[in-house]
């Protein structure tokens, strides 16, 4: 088992930055790969953001040049800075980790105004 724990979350206003912050515990020698979901109201949850435990990264075209994904593998923690964020990027943002089964967390909600 491995529980994740966001932070960060919060209102932001267009343009602007913020950083997710993720801590995973439990089996977490087993996680290879971590990464950052979001689902806005009405829409079905979404990659945003991955990153193995070797460093390699994935993005959705959507934040590619705008949002980084680091992780942390001796802290066990994966951040996501967000930069120059636009309305769109309104969602719930969950932490995810996986070891063949994917693990989730509560999910931080994240508010851009225009």
């Known amino acids: 088992q491995v529980q994740l724990v966001e932070s960060g979350g919060g209102l932001v206003q267009a343009g602007g930055s913020l950083r997710l912050s993720c801590a995973a515990s439990?089996?977490?020698?087993?996680?290879?790969?971590m990464g950052w979901y979001r689902q806005a109201p009405g829409k079905q949850r979404e990659l945003v953001a991955a990153?193995?435990?070797?460093?390699?990264?994935n993005y959705a075209d959507s934040v590619k040049g705008r949002f980084t994904i680091s992780r942390d593998n001796a802290k066990n923690t994966v951040d996501l800075q967000m930069n120059s964020v636009k309305p769109e990027d309104t969602a719930v943002y969950y932490c995810?980790?996986?070891?063949?089964?994917?693990?989730w967390g509560r999910g931080t909600l994240v508010t851009v105004s225009s």
């Open positions: 439990g089996s977490i020698l087993r996680i290879n790969i």
């Open positions: 990153i193995t435990s070797g460093g390699s990264t």
């Open positions: 995810a980790a996986v070891t063949g089964t994917y693990y």
